[in-house]
């Protein structure tokens, strides 16, 4: 929806004090969000570069989305239930509240403020990292994770040690990475591709050895005992499409 001013984005929240979802999409001239539905479910927040801060957030929103917003500089705290948090284009944002232990999905992506992530949560299973110049390291990986991504970080310069829950793993067009932490005998997808700085030796993942290749060209893989193919580890382009593909509906159904 779009809202020409502050006034009547509140006067639609007074009248409709059970919304479950609320979408904020081109509205320049929002400069701040009155109190929002403590029914709330879904809040999307999508180019409105007025914005700079927000209010408390309802204790029973599951998705949150805020996208395109330059002059939002902090998030409130989170609350307890969200699932899925996704950020997109907020070059002002230097920090992130904690996360707490209900979030499954994170994604920060062209946040260039951005030095550092907060502690993940051991609830986390899925984790994307893009864009992001100002990330040098992430956190330590709880657990339960089952998919990382940390795509065009050029100042990354190392990767916590990868848990025995991981399935899918992209790295992607990160410079100063020089080394990767043993790969978990867990994973069916993987993806390393423009890291000019790994070793050109490359990694085993149980019976597959990963040849890492030049920038501009994904890795290859080949079979080191008579192991089908099928039952062991993939490393093709096409996956990454598929992970977009999940992460994409993921996000998109979090709400159902």
Known sequence: MRFESNEKLTAYVSENPELKMLELIDCPGLTSLPELPSTLHFLLIRHCPGLTSMPALPSTLINLRIDKCPGLTSLPALPSSLAALTLDS????????????????????????????PALPNSLTELFVENCPGVRSLPARPSTLTCLWACSCPNLSSLPTLPSTLTSLLVENCPGLTSLPAMPSTLTSLAIHSCPGLDSRGLRVGQLFISLMSPGRPSRVSRTSSEPLGSGLFVA????QKAQDARTAYSGNATK
């Open 90 to 117: 907020c070059p002002a944002l230097t920090s992130l509240p904690a996360l707490l232990n209900s979030l499954k999905y994170l994604r920060v992506d062209n946040c260039p403020g951005l030095t550092n992530l």
């Open 237 to 240: 382009r096409h996956l990454i």
